[in-house]
């Protein structure tokens, strides 16, 4: 499959799929979200949402700690336990692994009570890597949801994230010692999944997280292959486009309120941001002719905002976008490509490797700049709005990448591959 015709022929061939006897039948599908991040529960929410109901019985399965962002879906929801958000956090920070294996054991439980109660056709996972066992003793097809840019296949080279080492001897000679060590350490954060799979008597994978990421029968990329450099896929790697997803939470009082006469400037760092840098970031807005909306996520309180800011908990992303002239996030995808959908160049500062995994393709494509949030200034952020705002380069890349977005159809793709099952 080459990296545009694959996934825009699964679409088209959706569309057949869906007449004649296959209609007959609903499949069941159980989607299962790893909640560490919102993003996890917002892609298995969209593409579950996305499947026709007259085909198709669907349930998503995700830990509680989001319903409050989530708000009203049309979907039937049940509970699944994830390990604590901070914990999560916590090994980020420290480049840790993020599971140990007692976690994947633990975990492989829950899948399997779940998988024997619902008694799906098909499971779908979004970084649930305990299912990589699960599924397979349960003898239930699975297909896994992740990025292209944590593919074996993927031709990236990863910048350092925000680690200890980076503050103790400085961003050069950590990216070296990154360079030269990140096999060893894509080991060790493989080994707790390899030790599960042992457990069960399953076979081991390659010692690299990469594989242990994309473990699965089928790998869904949500990622537009003409933004991510890789190697040709196997025949079970699928780019299906960036899975959307937006809150529907209700507009706050302010969302009709905001002046228009100034350029509006997007914040939303996100569920795993840390939570000095928005404050940061509103400062340095507050004293630039722009309006500002900006989303906490939940996880800051503001006090003292600027006349021009308007802030809220939860923001219905899609149309933020749509309304804002730049978007800054922590360079994820979930925002990152809500922005390139509309059109709006960004301004990214990841913290964890996948941020920057990510906010890299973005900078490389010419839409958008990354900022280390551990190295960054206020000065330094004042020069990026200022640049965005007025060279129009970065959104005329923007809105080229909009157009090779607006072809891919997750949803559609999925329903194809779960068709092809048999």
Request: glycine residues 6%; aromatic residues 8%.
């Amino acid at each position: 499959m080459t990296p545009v015709d694959g996934p825009l022929n699964l679409a088209r061939a959706a569309g057949a799929a869906g007449t004649g006897e296959n209609r007959a039948m609903r499949r069941k599908v159980l989607f299962i979200a790893e909640a560490v991040t919102l993003a996890h529960v917002g892609r298995m929410l969209s593409l579950a949402q996305g499947l026709d109901p007259q085909r198709y019985e669907v349930v998503v399965a995700c830990d509680p700690r989001y319903r409050a962002a989530i708000g009203e879906v049309a979907v039937p929801l049940v509970e699944i336990q994830t390990i604590p958000s901070q914990q999560f956090f916590d090994a980020l920070d420290r480049g840790s692994p993020i599971y140990g294996w007692r976690d994947l054991l633990a975990y492989v439980e829950q899948d399997r009570a779940l998988i024997q109660a619902q008694r799906p056709d098909v499971i779908v996972g979004d970084f649930r890597l305990s299912l990589a066992a699960s599924a397979r003793l349960e003898r239930k097809p699975y297909l896994s949801v992740t990025n292209a840019y944590w593919s074996p296949y993927a031709q990236i080279r990863p910048i350092v994230p925000e680690i200890p080492l980076t503050r103790v001897v400085g961003v050069h000679a950590a990216q070296w010692l990154f360079d030269l060590f990140r096999p060893i350490a894509f080991a060790r954060h493989a080994a707790p999944v390899n030790r599960m799979l042992a457990h069960f008597g399953l076979p081991r994978l390659a010692a690299d997280l990469r594989h242990a990421y994309t473990e699965a029968d089928q790998v869904l990329y949500s990622d537009a292959a003409e933004l991510v450099p890789h190697r040709p896929l196997p025949a079970n790697h699928h780019f299906i486009g960036p899975v959307q997803w937006s809150p529907r939470v209700p507009l706050p009082s302010w969302w009709n309120d905001m002046p228009s006469d100034e350029p509006l400037v997007y914040v939303n760092l996100g569920s795993s941001g840390h939570g000095k840098l928005l404050p940061e970031m509103l400062e340095v807005l507050a004293a630039m002719p722009v309006t500002v909306m900006a989303a906490t996520a939940g996880r800051v309180a503001l006090k003292d905002l600027s006349a021009n800011e308007f802030v809220a908990d939860f923001l219905p992303g899609d149309q933020a976008v749509r309304r804002a002239s730049l978007v800054i996030c922590n360079g994820g995808s979930p925002t990152c490509y809500q922005a390139l959908a509309a059109g709006r160049p960004v301004i990214g500062l990841p913290i964890n490797l996948d941020q920057y995994l990510n906010m890299s393709l973005v900078r490389e494509a010419g839409a958008g700049l990354l900022i280390r949030s551990g190295q960054h200034s206020a000065p330094e952020l004042r020069r990026a709005v200022e640049g965005l705002l007025n060279d129009a380069r970065h959104a005329r890349r923007a809105a080229e990448i909009a157009q090779d977005l607006a072809r891919y159809r997750p949803a559609q793709t999925l329903a194809t591959l779960i068709e092809r099952l048999g």
